[in-house]
């Protein structure tokens, strides 16, 4: 099953949030419906991009990864905001 590690950013306080899904579209939907409970007071968001992997292990691995390292998560958020610098 195909699945996809994500990144959005809230609206609001320009924050960022990675996760996975097998269906972007509709979990876009749910943070934006705020049935996501990470995110329900950072709406609305935006879907910047999204990399699709193998499977939902492949998938879970690579979330964990992006947001344990935080080197791994700027290139990753850069993969889709090449201005994005962290604030100092």
């Known amino acids: ?3 996809f590690v994500y990144l959005l ?5 320009g924050r960022f949030y990675i996760g996975q899904t097998d269906n972007v ?3 876009l939907k749910k943070h934006n419906d705020g049935k996501v409970f990470s995110t329900v007071r950072r709406r609305p968001l935006k879907m910047l991009g999204f990399v699709e992997v193998e499977s939902r292990k ?14 791994k998560k700027l290139k990753f958020i850069k ?9 100092k």
């Open 9 to 13: 950013e809230s609206l609001i306080d």
């Open 58 to 71: 492949e998938a879970l691995q690579i979330e964990k990864s992006l947001k344990q390292h935080s080197d």
């Open 25 to 27: 579209e509709k979990r």
């Open 79 to 87: 993969k889709f905001r090449p201005d994005f610098e962290w604030k």
């Open 1 to 3: 099953m195909k699945c």
